[in-house]
Protein backbone atom coordinates (compact mmCIF):
# COMPACT_ATOMS: atom_id res chain seq x y z
CA UNK A 1 0.00 0.00 0.00
CA UNK A 2 1.43 3.40 -0.81
CA UNK A 3 2.24 5.79 2.05
CA UNK A 4 -0.60 8.23 1.36
CA UNK A 5 -2.83 5.81 1.12
CA UNK A 6 -1.72 3.65 4.04
CA UNK A 7 -2.08 7.30 6.12
CA UNK A 8 -5.17 7.98 4.85
CA UNK A 9 -6.40 4.62 6.24
CA UNK A 10 -4.86 5.75 9.43
CA UNK A 11 -6.48 8.53 9.35
CA UNK A 12 -10.15 6.53 8.54
CA UNK A 13 -9.23 4.28 11.44
CA UNK A 14 -8.52 6.95 14.09
CA UNK A 15 -12.15 8.71 12.79
CA UNK A 16 -14.13 5.67 12.72
CA UNK A 17 -12.65 5.33 16.95
CA UNK A 18 -12.93 9.00 17.70
CA UNK A 19 -15.97 9.69 20.06
CA UNK A 20 -16.52 13.33 20.07
CA UNK A 21 -19.14 15.74 19.85
CA UNK A 22 -18.02 17.44 16.78
CA UNK A 23 -17.59 14.63 14.68
CA UNK A 24 -19.11 15.38 11.63
CA UNK A 25 -17.58 18.63 11.61
CA UNK A 26 -14.56 17.02 11.72
CA UNK A 27 -15.59 14.84 8.99
CA UNK A 28 -15.86 18.12 6.82
CA UNK A 29 -12.88 19.81 7.55
CA UNK A 30 -10.97 16.81 6.41
CA UNK A 31 -12.59 17.29 3.03
CA UNK A 32 -12.63 20.82 2.84
CA UNK A 33 -8.63 20.89 3.59
CA UNK A 34 -8.12 17.89 0.97
CA UNK A 35 -9.96 19.52 -1.58
CA UNK A 36 -8.24 22.77 -0.93
CA UNK A 37 -5.19 21.70 -2.92
CA UNK A 38 -3.99 19.11 -4.82
CA UNK A 39 -0.79 18.47 -2.91
CA UNK A 40 -2.19 17.89 0.43
CA UNK A 41 -2.48 14.87 2.07
CA UNK A 42 -3.59 13.59 5.44
CA UNK A 43 -2.20 11.49 8.28
CA UNK A 44 -2.33 11.17 12.08
CA UNK A 45 0.68 13.23 13.47
CA UNK A 46 0.39 14.67 17.18
CA UNK A 47 -2.35 12.15 18.06
CA UNK A 48 -5.03 14.10 15.46
CA UNK A 49 -5.99 14.13 12.11
CA UNK A 50 -2.80 16.73 10.32
CA UNK A 51 -2.41 17.78 7.15
CA UNK A 52 0.78 18.11 4.72
CA UNK A 53 2.45 18.89 1.42
CA UNK A 54 6.11 18.67 1.71
CA UNK A 55 6.13 18.92 5.62
CA UNK A 56 3.39 19.39 8.42
CA UNK A 57 1.84 22.19 7.89
CA UNK A 58 -1.97 21.88 9.64
CA UNK A 59 -3.08 19.88 12.67
CA UNK A 60 -6.83 19.78 14.06
CA UNK A 61 -7.43 20.78 17.53
CA UNK A 62 -9.95 18.24 18.70
CA UNK A 63 -9.49 19.71 22.68
CA UNK A 64 -11.01 23.13 21.76
CA UNK A 65 -13.40 24.09 24.48
CA UNK A 66 -16.22 25.07 21.96
CA UNK A 67 -16.65 23.78 18.63
CA UNK A 68 -13.40 22.37 16.43
CA UNK A 69 -9.93 24.22 15.55
CA UNK A 70 -7.64 24.39 13.10
CA UNK A 71 -4.15 24.94 14.15
CA UNK A 72 -1.90 25.85 10.97
CA UNK A 73 1.83 26.14 11.86
CA UNK A 74 5.14 25.08 9.60
CA UNK A 75 6.09 21.59 11.04
CA UNK A 76 7.74 20.81 14.30
CA UNK A 77 10.98 22.46 13.19
CA UNK A 78 11.58 25.88 14.33
CA UNK A 79 11.98 28.35 11.69
CA UNK A 80 14.02 31.27 11.42
CA UNK A 81 12.21 32.81 9.06
CA UNK A 82 8.84 34.77 9.72
CA UNK A 83 5.82 33.20 9.25
CA UNK A 84 3.25 33.90 6.57
CA UNK A 85 1.54 37.80 6.23
CA UNK A 86 -1.92 36.43 5.17
CA UNK A 87 -4.87 38.31 4.04
CA UNK A 88 -8.08 37.17 6.52
CA UNK A 89 -11.30 39.12 5.35
CA UNK A 90 -12.83 37.09 7.74
CA UNK A 91 -11.29 37.62 10.92
CA UNK A 92 -11.01 34.17 12.38
CA UNK A 93 -7.62 33.92 11.73
CA UNK A 94 -5.45 33.96 15.80
CA UNK A 95 -2.32 34.20 16.03
CA UNK A 96 -0.60 31.99 18.47
CA UNK A 97 2.97 32.88 17.68
CA UNK A 98 5.09 33.85 14.55
CA UNK A 99 4.74 30.86 12.87
CA UNK A 100 1.45 29.58 13.87
CA UNK A 101 -2.51 30.26 13.78
CA UNK A 102 -5.45 29.09 14.83
CA UNK A 103 -8.64 29.05 13.56
CA UNK A 104 -11.84 28.18 15.32
CA UNK A 105 -15.42 27.30 14.37
CA UNK A 106 -18.82 26.56 16.40
CA UNK A 107 -19.77 23.65 14.42
CA UNK A 108 -20.50 22.17 10.95
CA UNK A 109 -22.55 24.42 9.55
CA UNK A 110 -20.11 27.42 10.70
CA UNK A 111 -17.13 25.37 9.04
CA UNK A 112 -19.44 24.99 5.74
CA UNK A 113 -20.28 28.46 5.67
CA UNK A 114 -16.28 29.29 6.30
CA UNK A 115 -14.75 26.90 3.39
CA UNK A 116 -13.88 29.45 0.77
CA UNK A 117 -12.06 31.37 3.04
CA UNK A 118 -10.29 28.67 5.13
CA UNK A 119 -9.45 26.89 1.43
CA UNK A 120 -7.59 30.27 0.36
CA UNK A 121 -6.10 30.32 4.01
CA UNK A 122 -4.85 27.33 3.41
CA UNK A 123 -3.47 27.72 -0.18
CA UNK A 124 -1.36 30.75 1.09
CA UNK A 125 -0.49 29.17 3.93
CA UNK A 126 1.14 26.43 2.35
CA UNK A 127 3.03 28.28 0.14
CA UNK A 128 5.20 29.14 3.27
CA UNK A 129 5.92 25.71 4.16
Known sequence: ??????????VDAFMAALEHAHKPAI???????????????EGIKWNAPSFRTREWFATTHLRAKLG????????????????????DPTGR?????QDRAQLLYADAADLRAGTP???????????SV
Open 1 to 10: MPAAQHERAA
Open 117 to 127: ALQALVRDWIK
Open 27 to 41: EALRQAMLAADASIS
Open 93 to 97: LRWLG
Open 68 to 87: LGLILHRGAKVRSSPGPQLE
